[in-house]
């Protein structure tokens, strides 16, 4: 078979002068590598047109889906976020009901408001030791399709950012029970199904729409994922229609190579590198049973992926920021993101011994100079605050105040709705006007719409003075409402008690007193609220 890298290798060494796009003419300038340019070409003859694909992008989008035994695969360039996007809008009809995990990617959030979709939520089950979600069971599924017969299509992340892993077979035969599809948002598994360590993939095991990020656990450039699609529920010219609409309308052929070079990858060298990847992982989590504070997310066939080391710090005297800076700055070792009571690193087939080696020496020395101090509360964790009185699983019905189904289509209504911005201390029991998010890892903490409570608020507190990163709050008061999103991180200087903000708020300060070398602080935020209720006084 032919291959995009060598097609465009040998192109460039051809004596063809471009009088086209793109305007670098394939000559380097900077520092950027001459290589690169090169190769950077646009839909030129030979080269096929990504959006109408007949030639070789055909031929290798076919060959991924070979490989990843689905029906059809389409290569993307703008991510799974692309991805998402289409495979949402291409299942349900503008004005739909989706039912769809709260711990989405805001990706699948934004899709519901483009297409005006009612969202249900399922919330997933907690795994309160580690204090994330875990998968979703097939149970909770057929339960709220009983509960809610109008949802057209469930959209299910899996494995979670964390690695949680669902029972996809099941859920998929609970969701064909109704003859409506399964999306399931696979970003992070992208190397599913390769070998007997891994899980099985989503197409697999029986999902109309799959998408991987091939960029966050295979060798590939940042922005590269596919999209595969599977049976009849899914009409094919729609979802080509919304490809077309989400994408950009000159795909990067570097990109699209580096899709082609990492499933060749798999193809000719994956299944042994998987072997090893998966070996030396299982090495490094056995040495660090020796940590006496800190723990680790076992691994679990079938519910906890290969390669996401979760380290929980919650029965040691540290936060998870605390030990992800000081990996850092002390040992130079850079994590994928921090949360409250949790640091995670990621493995994939990429990783050389040293990086196994120096994680796990690493820890090991930091946990010999921990204590168990402050284990009983430490901070609130915003996947428990997400659950905690708006669940959705078996037996429970959706709570109204939650549920945004039974308000009409009040995310979309929300986002454009009349909003002013308010002091974010201020603003308990007002409705979100933005969305907010703890970023990574992208998960909405408030969706336009939703009621902002004083748990809540002392979360975001509690973020921000852990010096978490959240998306969508104001440092100052903007003049006009309806702007792009801001962020908003705390940083470490600036010592001020925190003033009560009513219930769920002494928790926090508890807690923050407990923490040793916190900064307890409250710095000024604005939000955007809807514009339909007066903030507290
Ligand atoms: C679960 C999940 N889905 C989708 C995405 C979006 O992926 P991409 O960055 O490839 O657009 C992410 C990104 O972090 C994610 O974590």
Known sequence: MEH?????????????????????KRRGWGRL?????????????????????????????????VLYGSEESFYLVNGSTSGILSAVSAALPSGGHILMAR???????????????????????MMEEYDIFDGIRPEQIGE???????IGAVLIVSPTYEGRISDIRGIAEAVHKKNIPLIVDEAHGAHLGFTNDFAENGCQAGADLVIHSVHKTLPSL?????????????????????????????PSYLLMASIDNALQYIEETGRDVFAAFAGNYKKMLSGLRACKHLRFLPLEHGKQDVGKLLISTKMSSISGKQLYDILLKEYCLQLEMAADTYALAMFTVNDAEEGYERMESALLQIDATLTSAGTEEK????????TDGRICSVGKRFPVETSISHEGQLLSRAWDGRKRYVELWESAGCRAGEFVNLYPPGIPLLVPGERITPQL???????????????????EKPETTGEGLGQLQAGEEGREKPETMGEGVGKLEAAEERIQGYHVKRKRAWICILDECKPRS
């Open 379 to 386: 901070g609130i964790s915003g996947a428990r605050l997400l």
């Open 222 to 250: 940042t922005q590269t994922a596919l999209l595969h699609v599977n049976g009849s529920l899914i009409d094919r010219d729609l979802l080509r229609r919304f490809l077309h609409i989400y994408q950009s309308s000159s």
């Open 4 to 24: 995009l890298f060598d097609k465009l290798t040998e192109y460039g060494q051809e004596n063809v002068y471009p009088y086209h796009m793109p305007g670098h």
């Open 33 to 65: 590598p001459e290589d690169m340019y090169l190769r950077d070409i646009t839909e030129i003859e030979g080269f096929d047109n990504l959006h109408q694909s007949a030639g070789i992008l055909r031929e290798l989008q076919n060959h991924a889906a």
């Open 457 to 475: 608020l002392a979360v975001i507190r509690h973020y921000l003075d852990t010096g978490l990163n959240i998306e969508g709050l104001r440092e």
């Open 144 to 150: 709220a399709l009983e509960m809610e017969p109008d």
């Open 103 to 125: 711990n989405s990617h805001k990706a699948a959030y934004h899709a519901a408001y483009l297409r005006n979709l009612t969202v249900s939520y399922l919330y997933p089950p």
